[in-house]
């Protein structure tokens, strides 16, 4: 299936904040960091009270019939023109990539394609269309960061969040080796095939650890979950975060939290 | 000769990626080749649009695959002008039975075979032998497999998975070569033992990388003269070929090749590259007299009639997905026990043995796609584990699954899970409740959750969803 061409919009007035359940469950923080960023850009952010999850799990797993259910579920949510800004590369990456495919000879195929080429992944957003200035307020400080699969080659934005840290005066990026490669959490993937998942995420652990920053920033909560989780386990001086809380908490020091 | 084991045996395919994740040696040997590969495929592409090359590989192949009945009736007109005989094989059994024919009509004892991983597919040497007929290997990697009794790890480098010193053990005690780390003298003397089986051989069998319609030409692409000499010295050839492998003119073969040895080997060229177009003519000097061309479906024909599917058929077996494959390199080849390994086998087997003796194949993947970024011939390989996924448990009723074996990974109670989980998700209200529930309820969360918790602690639901903060936000 064809991609949809990527041709950034101008700068809109509002977005609609798809915030996937991962976000939703567990790292709210780096929801409520993604939104604060948006507004602070002078944008009116609307959080759809009705959003669930965008299927992919189900997607990704063969059970289409039930993904379709989950997904079509979404479809009504972004009525107007607005950009659709998702914390995540790999939710956005379903909804860019894989929902017209999805809808393919169904009444919702229209707009199927339709939220498709207005799903943007937030931190491409920020840096492409908002084109945001970030002023650092953190002390020195050294940093590694991961790049989800789905990030880098579905939504091919392997760059932006370099691009993003690079504007922050005092953080190092220190990049680890193999950055490309996957860091073995492939949602399910890593409950059917554990040991194979286990030894990738054990190298990336060792890969991350090893450039020495001791923390590591990503833009999905999959990698994020899997990486820090395995580091947690084995007792890693590995610590990770959400590159939206990392770039919200740089730039607005001892305010991560007001909500 | 050394028995070798059976291709297809896929069911292990979990334990045998247990005991190769547990195996230091397997893990370092893959590791190191394939950074090796990676590396080196990077460097012979510097200085080229390799966007711009691999569209155009891809659309060669697209459109070749678009004509491709008619291109294969023009090839068999081409190659039987040129005095070579032309035979059909429906599966593997068919095409095993064509080649033996010919050996006995020719009174053949030993065969030579240069690199083909068709005639791996359809197993070939097993039925030779059955027959009284030896074949034996000449490509260094699968006459290294062969020695060890086991069959190629890598569609490209089939002993991939050995290590000199392990080569040289094995030649050791194989062939009483002397124990050296010197792989110079390894090579020669590899090269000395085959040189003889060649000079006897009386029929040699090779695969074929790409077969020109227009000009009824076999292109074989190799490094070590061994195609050359197996397609030249014994005074017959039978070239073996998947139906797929056939281009529409000449000039579709150079972007080809330039995008298989770099994807491949990070080679800008082989060191051999044969056409060949028939036997001997009468005023030759050199050459077989007979050149025979079987053309093998295998259950090819059944994918390229599915849009989606066909794609799969693009390939041009580079290698370059299995290099790329973080699962492939850390479990290796044989773990798949497949004909084909890594990424194109899981998407390539399928159809040679049905979903139901392939059906883990697609699952074993975290869908990273790297190699489909790295497909010269753009093989959305990511798409079709999906698909095949959604095919091994019939997910779709819009788009009923055809590929045999379908639904056999269906299991009533992973089917009701993901009908739950639709059902919960697909409505805002009951989702809501139940996410501020669990939230509420996070202490009791289980600190087991399987294969998850095996390698990683479990993950923390947040006080409060981001559901609830915004609601209370808005208010
Ligand atoms: S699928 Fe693509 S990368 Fe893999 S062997 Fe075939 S051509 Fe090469």
Known sequence: MADPIKVYPPKPSHVYFYATCLVDMFYPDAGMAGIQLLEREGIRVIFPEDQTCCGQPAYTSGYHDEARAVARAQLDLFPEDWPIVVPSGSCGGMMRKHYPGLFRNTDQETKAAGIATRTWELTDFLLNVCHIKLEDLGEPTNVAMHTSCSARREMGIAEVGPRLIGQLNNVNLIEQVRAEECCGFGGTFAVRHPEISGAMVSEKVDTLTDTGAGTFVTTDCGCLMNIAGFAGKNQKPLSGQHILSFLWERTNPGKEDNS | ?475
């Open chain 2, 1 to 475: 000769m050394t028995q070798t084991p059976h291709h297809t045996d896929v069911r292990e395919f979990h334990p045998r990626a247990r005991a190769a994740i547990a195996d230091p040696k397997i893990r370092k040997n893959f590791r190191k080749a394939m950074d090796g590969l990676i590396t080196k495929r990077k460097d012979a592409f510097e200085g080229w649009d390799l966007e711009a090359l691999r569209d155009l590989g891809a659309n060669i192949r697209l459109r070749a695959l678009a004509n491709l009945p008619d291109l294969l009736e023009q090839l068999e007109k081409k190659l039987s002008e040129n005095g070579v005989k032309v035979h059909w094989a429906i599966d593997g059994d068919e095409a095993c039975r064509i080649i033996r024919d010919i050996c006995v009509a020719r009174n053949a004892k030993t065969v030579i075979k240069g690199k083909s991983m068709v005639t791996e597919e359809m197993e070939l040497n097993h039925y030779l032998d059955d027959h009284d007929i030896e074949a034996l290997e000449s490509d260094l990697g699968e006459y290294i497999v062969q020695l060890a009794g086991e069959t190629p790890s890598h569609i490209i480098m089939p002993a991939i998975h050995k290590n000199t010193g392990e080569i040289s053990e094995l030649m050791h005690e194989k062939t009483g070569t002397d124990l050296s780390s010197d792989v110079e003298y390894l090579t020669a003397s590899a090269r000395h033992q085959l040189r003889e089986k060649f000079m006897n051989a009386d029929v040699g069998v090779s695969g074929v990388n790409f077969a020109v319609a227009e000009t009824g030409t076999l292109c074989l692409v190799e490094n070590e003269g061994n195609g050359r000499m197996t397609t030249t010295v014994p005074q017959c050839h039978i070239a073996v070929t998947g139906i797929e492998k056939v281009v529409g003119k000449l000039e579709d073969v150079a972007p080809l090749l330039a995008l298989l040895t770099r994807s491949a080997t990070g080679q800008h060229i082989t060191t051999y590259f044969n056409m060949i177009s028939g036997p001997r003519k009468p005023e030759e000097l050199d050459g077989p007299e007979e050149v025979h061309l079987v053309l093998v479906d295998n259950g090819r024909s059944s994918i390229y009639q599915d849009d989606e599917l066909l794609d799969t058929l693009r390939c041009i077996r580079c290698g370059a997905c299995m290099n790329h494959c973080p699962v492939y390199t850390r479990v290796g080849g044989h773990t798949y026990g497949t004909t084909y390994p890594g990424p194109i086998g899981k998407i390539l087997m399928p159809h040679l043995i049905g979903l139901d003796e392939g059906r883990h194949l697609p699952t074993a993947s975290s869908l990273c796609g790297a190699c489909g970024e790295v497909c010269p011939v753009k093989i959305p390989i990511p798409d079709l584990l999906v698909r095949l996924r959604q095919e091994s448990v019939d997910g779709d009723k819009l788009n009923p699954a055809k590929v045999r074996g379908h639904g056999a990974k269906r299991g009533t109670l992973e089917a009701m899970v993901w009908k739950g989980w639709s059902w919960m998700h697909a409505r805002p209200g009951v989702y809501r409740l139940g996410t501020k529930v669990a939230s509420r309820l996070r202490r009791l969360q289980p600190g087991n959750l399987g294969g998850w918790t095996r390698y990683r602690t479990a993950p923390k639901l947040a006080a409060r969803t981001l559901h609830e903060r915004m609601k209370e936000r808005s208010q």
